[in-house]
């Protein structure tokens, strides 16, 4: 049985008001807590529950059936053998877009969570530990950035963060999905804020078409808020794209891109790091921060700077409490702070073992 048909029995059994059913093999089978949950409140968008919802739990990972029919849980090949789980409210949104499967639900513990294609991508109560460090590690790192660009990052929440800084005069974005900004504007109110900032230029389509277009030395920042390097994100992890990256920026200006957890992936991280030494003449560091939902609750930061000016990325030459207005913009900074950003560098002893690139 295949993802669909799952979804499908899952959610057709009939309700009889003791949590069970039955799916016409005779047998009681318990209903996910999701779905009565959807009958009694009406939510917004249909009662199906979801193939990543089970008994109410929401995992990373790809379920399917044996060949008996069971149903079978495949761990993503990112992280096998392992799955953080959140207890699901209700189903708020759930649609297949050009790219990819758009779920959002309410939580009993995060609030309100994004998932695309079956991977967790924010939750309202950890959120600001991701964007805000992705967004303020390289901004304060150089002095008055001007120009910035975000890959991806189509929930709006690093574009709200990028905002704080008032040297900020362009904010072009270049995400794939319309789908992913609709939904965040209708759920995430308080990361979709970003687009309302007349700095903000929304370029609807492929980032790395985007950035072969884009003209030589243009941006003092680019920030990558990509989704894991499967499919068809890997690009974004290939040296093409990365010499993109480079060519658009100007001399002396920084990355700071997504880079996965040490716990999970330090092959992923050395590999992604000697291509950028390669092509980063400037500088290239490891950043990481705790966001308790990513897997294996930390999620790192790879910062690179091109050739020009130095860049100290471990002390922030611009830092945010300094910036008039900054820690109050829109809304209070409620993970990051000067501390914060230099204890992000610290690596434990596995990681500097392992990471051979960053020896
Ligand atoms: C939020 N603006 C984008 N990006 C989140 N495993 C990624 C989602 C999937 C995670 C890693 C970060």
């Known amino acids: 049985m295949e993802g669909d048909a799952l979804k499908d029995l899952d ?15 005779g047998k009681a089978i318990l209903i996910p807590a999701c779905c009565l949950k959807a009958k009694a409140s009406k939510p917004e968008l249909g009662t199906k529950c979801h193939s990543t919802v089970v008994s109410g739990w929401f ?18 090949p990112m992280w096998p053998g392992e799955a953080h789980s959140l ?21 009993s513990a995060y609030g309100r969570v994004l998932v695309l294609d079956g991977i967790l991508q924010l939750t309202e109560k950890d959120e600001c ?18 120009n910035v660009l975000v890959v991806g990052g189509g929930d709006g929440g690093v574009l709200r963060e990028i905002c704080r ?7 072009d974005i270049c995400e794939i999905d319309q789908m992913v900004i609709d939904v965040s504007k209708k759920f995430f109110p308080e990361l979709a804020i970003g687009f ?31 989704s894991d390097p499967v499919g068809p994100a890997q690009e974004l992890v290939e040296k093409p794209f990365f010499k993109n990256i480079a060519r658009a920026l100007r001399p002396g200006g920084v990355l700071c891109t997504m880079a996965e957890s040490m716990w999970l992936h330090t092959h992923l991280i050395d590999d992604i790091i000697y291509i950028c030494r390669e092509i980063f003449k400037g500088s290239v560091h490891y950043a990481w921060a705790s966001v308790p939902t990513y897997p294996s609750g930390v999620i790192g930061f790879l910062l690179c700077s091109t050739e020009g000016p130095p860049v100290d990325f471990v002390h922030p030459i ?25 204890a992000a560098f610290a690596l434990p002893s596995f990681v500097k073992r392992e990471v051979t690139a960053l020896r």
């Open 129 to 146: 530990a991701y964007q805000e460090m992705i967004a303020h590690l390289p901004l304060c790192s150089i002095k008055s950035p001007k």
């Open 87 to 107: 207890k699901v409210e209700n189903i708020l949104f759930q649609e297949k877009s050009k790219y990819q499967e758009v779920l959002v639900f309410q939580s």
């Open 11 to 25: 959610c057709q059994r009939t309700l009889d008001g003791r949590g069970s059913s039955n799916n016409g093999s």
């Open 59 to 76: 995992s990373e990972t790809q379920p399917s059936s044996d060949k008996f029919g069971k149903q079978v849980f495949f761990n993503n």
């Open 196 to 226: 309302e900032d007349p700095r903000v230029r929304l370029h609807v389509g492929d980032a790395i078409e985007f950035l072969k277009q884009a003209p030589e030395g243009k941006y003092d920042a680019i920030i990558v808020d990509s």
């Open 318 to 342: 611009n830092p945010i409490e300094k910036l008039r207005g900054a820690l109050e913009f829109r809304r209070e900074l409620k993970f990051y702070n000067t501390q914060i950003h230099e």
């Open 165 to 171: 800084h008032s040297s900020v005069e362009l904010i």
